[in-house]
């Protein structure tokens, strides 16, 4: 059975950039799920779609994050990541990463990793 862990620092100073890593275990990213996807909940909304990397190494992002994001993958350690730039408190989030078989912030979708909390504040 698949697996993701998502890791990385839990806060981050406004300005600053935001990275983290979604470990795939038990498969591979490249071959079980059509998009290796990053989704975020800001407390008290619902799930955000952010962006995703297809299997092609194409990358898809949100049109709201397009100027900040970047998602890119390291096949060779089953490894995917995430970098948004120029944080602010808005982007304090649960933040998830997924396997997906379309672009999709749906749950019920995929393989999802359990989520880490990122803070941003000074």
């Known amino acids: 059975q698949v697996q993701l862990q998502e890791s990385g620092p839990g806060l981050v100073k406004p300005s600053q950039t935001l990275s983290l890593t979604c470990t795939v275990s038990g498969g591979s990213d490249t071959t079980n799920y059509n998009y290796c996807s990053w989704i975020r909940q800001p407390p008290g909304k619902g799930m955000e779609w952010m962006g995703a990397?297809?299997?092609?190494?194409?990358?898809y992002y949100s049109s709201s994050l397009k100027s900040r994001i970047s998602i890119s993958r390291d096949t060779s350690k089953n490894q995917f990541t995430l970098q948004l730039s120029s944080v602010t408190p808005e982007d304090t989030a649960v933040y998830y990463c997924?396997?997906?078989?379309?672009?999709?912030?749906?749950?019920?979708?995929?393989?999802w990793g359990q989520g880490t909390q990122v803070t941003v504040s000074s």
């Open positions: 990397i297809g299997r092609s190494g194409r990358t």
């Open positions: 997924a396997g997906t078989p379309i672009l999709t912030a749906d749950p019920s979708l995929g393989a």
